[in-house]
């Protein structure tokens, strides 16, 4: 099986990344270079002192109010709501690590167990009721099914709240490892019990996945206190870090007008022009919006973000080739980030100038290089190809952007479209023959068309763009910190 069949078979059912999982979870994702890197500088070492494979586990972005993170398989998933509740970088990195926990432990893969096993006092009890049913003793049968589902989801329930305290202490010693504080662990279940108290739930805690927060709260308590790194603080620009970040996600998801009263113009902080000027662009005040974000890049002129989101401004404004310069900066300071170089591609390409379209190419390519299952980059190449009456390779990139979007049916058809017109062997035929062995039927498909055949060129057997990992879907009983 080809790596891109390989995908295909999971991405069957889960359609493919970037809305891929997390589409199939039923969330809405979110994809910001800031913040990605943010997590990923904390996620990163916490991975490696895991002896988790940190290059191989996708962290997804989710637009999310609610304090949770979620981690399976080769994916972690943190809610924008825990980004915005945390008051420190370390309470977001106790979440991190807490989930790590969750990955090194496997706690997903052995789910199946844990549900097979709680699942047989549940078949017991059918059996059993149905053999009292045919007895002629009904309500006894019932009562004997209602025991066994009981038992079983109390058994599973069982097993899922020694996950999540197995993870807890995985935490702990990942933070130890890495000389950072586990303050922040405390500090977050603090929060979670002094909801749980206002809001007044009576929650049974046998009836829950997770221990209740005082119940954490009470086994970490001791062995984060002894930790000779307790006292360790987060450093004033890891804090002003997350400030951004939170200006930035408050500015984009809430209301402009709710914003602009959480941020007024008395505070003239970094993150609340940060927040004003996203507020000011999405309310169209474009000029406001302008001035508070050039407010930041003179005062921070090495950020890559305050020149991208200027770039952003002003290219949805349509003033694309005045994008180009905040875009071109942005990639300049951070080099090997794919969105920020899809961002200027697009810029390039609106301009409407013949040297731009190149130029645009050339970055939604090195885009690609970088970040190889992007199915918008793809999108956009097959665009700037189009403007370059370039009409093989852009049905070519359309059928990339249509596979990693999940669209088997429409990447075999544009595949099928470029391969007819493209002269066996070369690269993009082989590019084209890839995407069609690996969208047809199991039952085989048409042959390929294209050139004549020559018996020297092996059949192609892995994706041109780069691998693409299998996803694991994360099992719902082990979301949530």
């Known amino acids: 099986?080809?790596?891109?069949?390989?995908?295909?078979?999971?991405?069957?059912?889960?359609?493919?990344?970037?809305?891929?999982?997390?589409?199939?979870?039923?969330?809405?994702?979110?994809?910001?270079?800031?913040?990605?890197?943010?997590?990923?500088?904390?996620?990163?070492?916490?991975?490696?002192?895991?002896?988790?494979?940190?290059?191989?586990?996708?962290?997804?972005?989710?637009?999310?109010?609610?304090?949770?993170?979620?981690?399976?398989?080769?994916?972690?998933?943190?809610?924008?709501?825990?980004?915005?509740?945390?008051?420190?970088?370390?309470?977001?990195?106790?979440?991190?690590?807490?989930?790590?926990?969750?990955?090194?432990?496997?706690?997903?893969?052995?789910?199946?167990?844990?549900?097979?096993?709680?699942?047989?006092?549940?078949?017991?009890?059918?059996?059993?009721?149905?053999?009292?049913?045919?007895?002629?003793?009904?309500?006894?049968?019932?009562?004997?099914?209602?025991?066994?589902q009981t038992v079983g989801q109390a058994n599973f329930l069982i097993y899922s709240r020694g996950q999540e305290s197995t993870a807890d202490q995985s935490s702990i010693t990942y933070l130890d490892k890495l000389g950072h504080s586990s303050k922040g662990a405390l500090e977050i279940w603090r929060k979670m019990r002094n909801t749980q108290i206002i809001r007044g739930y009576k929650i049974n805690p046998y009836s829950q996945t997770h221990p209740m927060a005082n119940v954490r709260l009470s086994a970490?308590?001791?062995?984060?206190v002894a930790s000779p790194y307790y006292d360790r603080e987060d450093s004033p620009e890891e804090i002003e870090r997350l400030h951004y970040i939170q200006a930035k996600i408050y500015g984009f998801l809430h209301d402009p007008e709710v914003t602009l009263r959480t941020y007024p113009l008395t505070d003239q902080s970094g993150p609340a022009q940060y927040a004003r000027a996203v507020a000011f662009y999405r309310t169209g005040l474009i000029d406001k919006g302008l001035s508070e974000i050039r407010k930041l890049t003179a005062a921070q002129p090495d950020n890559p973000f305050f020149h991208e989101l200027e770039g952003q401004m002003l290219f949805e404004f349509g003033r694309a080739s005045e994008a180009i310069g905040p875009h071109r900066r942005s990639t300049e300071l951070l080099t090997d980030n794919a969105l920020l170089r899809i961002n200027l591609g697009r810029a390039l390409l609106a301009s409407g100038e013949y040297a731009d379209r190149e130029e645009a190419i050339k970055e939604l390519k090195r885009a690609l290089l970088l970040e190889s299952d992007n199915s918008f980059g793809w999108f956009e190449l097959a665009r700037a190809y189009s403007a370059m009456d370039n009409?093989?390779?852009?049905?070519?990139?359309?059928?990339?952007?249509?596979?990693?979007?999940?669209?088997?049916?429409?990447?075999?058809?544009?595949?099928?479209?470029?391969?007819?017109?493209?002269?066996?062997?070369?690269?993009?035929?082989?590019?084209?023959?890839?995407?069609?062995?690996?969208?047809?039927?199991?039952?085989?498909?048409?042959?390929?068309?294209?050139?004549?055949?020559?018996?020297?060129?092996?059949?192609?057997t892995k994706p041109t763009g780069g691998e693409k990992r299998e996803p694991d879907v994360p099992d719902p009983a082990f979301s949530g910190p």
């Open 1 to 148: 099986m080809s790596l891109r069949k390989a995908f295909l078979s999971i991405a069957a059912a889960t359609v493919a990344l970037g809305g891929s999982l997390a589409q199939a979870q039923g969330l809405r994702t979110l994809r910001d270079a800031e913040i990605e890197i943010f997590l990923d500088d904390y996620a990163r070492p916490i991975f490696r002192v895991a002896g988790l494979p940190e290059d191989s586990i996708q962290i997804i972005v989710v637009n999310d109010g609610s304090f949770n993170a979620f981690a399976g398989g080769r994916y972690m998933g943190v809610n924008t709501g825990l980004l915005t509740i945390a008051d420190t970088p370390n309470q977001i990195e106790s979440v991190i690590a807490h989930e790590a926990g969750h990955l090194a432990g496997g706690h997903s893969a052995r789910t199946g167990d844990a549900i097979a096993a709680a699942s047989r006092p549940m078949l017991l009890g059918l059996l059993l009721a149905g053999a009292a049913i045919a007895a002629g003793a009904p309500e006894a049968g019932i009562g004997i099914l209602g025991l066994g």
């Open 220 to 224: 970490l308590q001791r062995r984060v």
């Open 391 to 460: 009409e093989t390779l852009a049905i070519l990139a359309t059928a990339e952007s249509r596979y990693y979007a999940g669209a088997q049916h429409d990447a075999n058809q544009f595949a099928r479209r470029a391969i007819a017109k493209l002269r066996r062997g070369p690269p993009e035929w082989r590019q084209a023959a890839d995407i069609i062995l690996a969208t047809q039927p199991e039952s085989g498909g048409l042959p390929l068309p294209g050139g004549a055949a020559d018996e020297q060129t092996p059949a192609p």
